[in-house]
């Protein structure tokens, strides 16, 4: 069992800058593959980034790829989310999600999921 907590959302201006974090509970952190997802409400979980359980490897979504930033930390079992040049259209609730299958973009393949934290960029 996993448990994910995430903080560090907030209003920011376009183009403004954020970092989320999503520390988690248990040893098995940092063996799995670890995501961010955000949602907005009405729409489905939309897959931003995941980094596999060394941090070696990482993948985005196009719409964030030389914006946003994933890293991990196993010593301290926290994954964060650079988040650069925001932009209105980022606005949503980003969660942290574990143990997918890396390189799947699809929420069905992550077993645990924190609550959400809600980034909103105004224009």
């Known amino acids: 069992q996993v448990q994910l907590v995430e903080s560090g959302g907030g209003l920011v201006q376009a183009g403004g800058s954020l970092r989320l974090s999503c520390a988690a509970s248990g040893d098995t952190f940092k063996r799995i593959t670890v995501a961010w997802f955000r949602q907005t409400p009405g729409e489905e979980r939309e897959f931003v980034a995941s980094i596999n359980w060394s941090g070696a490897e990482t993948y985005y979504t196009d719409s964030v790829k030389g914006r946003f930033t994933i890293s991990r930390d196993n010593a301290e079992n926290t994954m964060y989310l650079q988040m650069n040049s925001l932009k209105p259209e980022d606005t949503a609730v980003y969660l942290c999600?574990?143990?997918?299958?890396?390189?799947?973009?699809?929420?069905?393949?992550?077993?645990?999921w924190g609550q959400g934290t809600q980034v909103t960029v105004s224009s």
């Open positions: 999600a574990a143990g997918g299958l890396f390189g799947s973009s699809s929420s069905a393949s992550f077993a645990y």
